[in-house]
């Protein structure tokens, strides 16, 4: 057996304890059994006052020491000035909740600059409240982790050390945290072995780890994974060699990539990531399902970052929020049911929503091959003034010394005037054709009428047609077709003489449609003797 690798950290905690690993950062959401409605009004202040009750019920159970913790939270979440802040910005225009949490990250990036270690490590503790509130607003908060394990994160909320079982012993290993900070001193009362600095690591779920907190080491037992955030997946030869990740070929040989469509993130649960060439479409707006989540930049981020880890460094495509019109977002009651206010619009429209998406996928950019793709896009001073806005939150991630990376940027080809001037987008890095919207609107239809799917297949030739003059326009960028139509074998012929190369379906509709390609060739036509 291969001797355990070791990782140098800092002591935060005397002690030693092993244990198997609970990676934080792959935690789930665990949804409570009754949520309250997002669009109650008051419901933020009975989420916080939910949220007081229970630490006070938290700290009714603690030492002194934690008490003045929690009492430090309570103060917080109660404090004029953010009340006072939080209505400056609903006066502004700003949804009560998103100008709630601009008002606590406010609190944040003013401990994070200050210049004692001690009075930067109380971040955490601000962090943990707001998270706090919006899992109870939401209905869904953070899981508790097995009792006994050794907890591996950039850090923890002292609330939820708190509210651990620590009897079983375990022990916690922080990327991020100070030997300075709340949880240190927790530990350190409790006894509970600690290190923090610690290079990030990925090791399987059932591996078993050792900290020493004395000596500030880590220890990994011979099947971790590697030093990687985001490690890479070695599937067998025979099956790599047969699917070759989603990479296919027309039967004159040109090539041709695979990809799927994700609506939910555990559509991905049993699908081999060396059978795709990655995630072609991924609908946030499916995995953003109220206000609530749309303001969670935490839990935003580990959706984006399982799916990045899934892929194994194949692109993940994730579109922005496409809400509005008739996907309304629960919780925002903004007249949004005009079918003009709806994708990029609305996100420009209302930036406290595009600005905590951005932040969310700036983070989990590190974590694999990301592309960000921006719905319903008209004018390409739309996608300027979305670039802005992830180049603003760059800086403050920055600023924050928080792991970030600008991805590429494209654009969803779904309305008719942007298809037809597709030559003036120098700004988009890459296309994406939607032919459900530009069917509908192709075909001047309602998309929740009973007549639509008639009309859409009325006007399938219109918009093969349309296809076929905007790949002349796309200036040799990268082009993909992620709508029904790229899952539709009998389109397939018409797709490939306008020269798409890129198509993107259901994970259900792979095989079909991976079989029809390879039976033709690149201009359509069909193989000799097929």
């Known amino acids: 057996m291969a001797a355990p690798r070791k990782l140098q950290a800092t002591g935060a905690s005397p002690g030693t304890a092993s244990g198997p690993v609970y990676l934080a ?9 009754v949520a309250p409605r997002a669009s109650d009004p008051g419901t933020l202040a009975q989420a916080v006052e939910t949220a007081v009750a229970a630490l006070q019920h938290l700290a009714d159970r603690v030492d002194d020491d934690s008490r003045d913790i929690i009492d430090f939270q309570i103060e917080v ?4 000035t953010i009340a006072e802040m939080t209505e400056e910005r609903v006066s502004a225009g700003e949804h009560s909740v998103f100008a709630w949490v601009a008002a606590i990250d406010a609190h944040v990036a003013e401990l994070e600059g200050a210049d004692e270690e001690e009075v930067r490590a109380r971040a955490v503790d601000i962090l943990d409240i707001k998270n706090r509130v919006l899992g109870i607003w939401s ?3 953070i899981e508790d982790f097995p009792a006994g394990s050794i907890f591996v994160g950039k850090d923890i909320e002292p609330s939820r050390f708190l509210g651990h079982d620590w009897s079983a012993g375990g022990g916690i290993v922080l990327f991020g945290g100070s030997a300075a900070g709340h949880v240190a001193l927790l530990a350190r009362a409790k006894s509970i072995p600690m290190v923090v600095g610690c290079d990030r690591f990925d090791v399987a779920t059932d591996s078993q780890v050792r900290i020493d907190g004395d000596a500030g080491m880590v220890f990994l037992d011979a099947q971790a994974e590697g030093l990687s955030s985001a490690p890479a997946r070695v599937p067998s030869q025979t099956h790599a060699a047969a699917i070759d990740h989603g990479k296919l070929q027309t039967s004159d040989g040109v090539p041709i990539l695979l990809s799927i469509n994700v609506n939910d993130p555990s559509e991905i649960d049993g699908i081999g990531a060396t059978t795709t060439a990655g995630i072609g479409l991924m609908r946030s707006e499916f995995a953003v399902r109220s206000l609530a989540d749309a303001a969670n930049e935490d839990k935003q981020f580990q959706i984006y970052r399982r799916a990045l ?6 692109p993940v495509t994730i579109r922005m929020l496409d809400i509005g019109g008739d996907k309304p977002l629960s919780g925002l009651d903004d007249g949004t049911g005009a079918m003009g206010m709806r994708g990029i619009r609305l996100l420009l429209a209302r930036p406290e929503i595009a600005r905590v998406q951005a932040r969310a996928l700036l983070r989990a ?7 960000v793709l921006l719905p319903m896009v008209t004018f390409p001073s739309e996608i300027d003034d979305m670039r802005q806005i992830f180049a603003q939150e760059a800086e403050l991630l920055l600023h924050r010394k928080i792991a970030h990376r600008i991805p590429q940027i494209g654009m969803m080809v779904e309305v008719p005037a942007a298809a037809l001037m ?4 120098d700004n988009a890095e890459f296309f994406s054709f939607g032919t459900n919207d530009l069917a509908q609107y192709l075909a001047a239809s309602a998309r929740d009428g009973s007549d639509i799917r008639d009309y859409r297949d009325k006007a399938a030739a219109a918009v093969l047609r349309l296809i076929a003059q905007t790949m002349a326009l796309s200036a040799g960028k990268p082009v993909s077709i992620c709508g029904d139509m790229a899952g539709n074998p009998s389109f397939l012929p018409a797709l490939l003489a306008a020269g798409l ?6 994970p259900a509709q792979r095989p079909a449609i991976g079989s029809a390609l390879v039976g033709l060739n690149a201009d359509g036509t069909r193989a000799a003797g097929d």
């Open 25 to 33: 950062e792959r935690s789930t959401l665990v949804p409570m059994p």
């Open 309 to 314: 880890e899934w892929a194994g460094g194949e």
């Open 365 to 371: 950019a590190p974590f694999g091959n990301l592309r």
């Open 422 to 425: 597709l030559d003036t987008f």
């Open 501 to 506: 190369r890129h198509f993107s379906v259901a």
């Open 77 to 80: 979440l109660r404090d004029p």
């Open 139 to 141: 209905g869904t908060p």
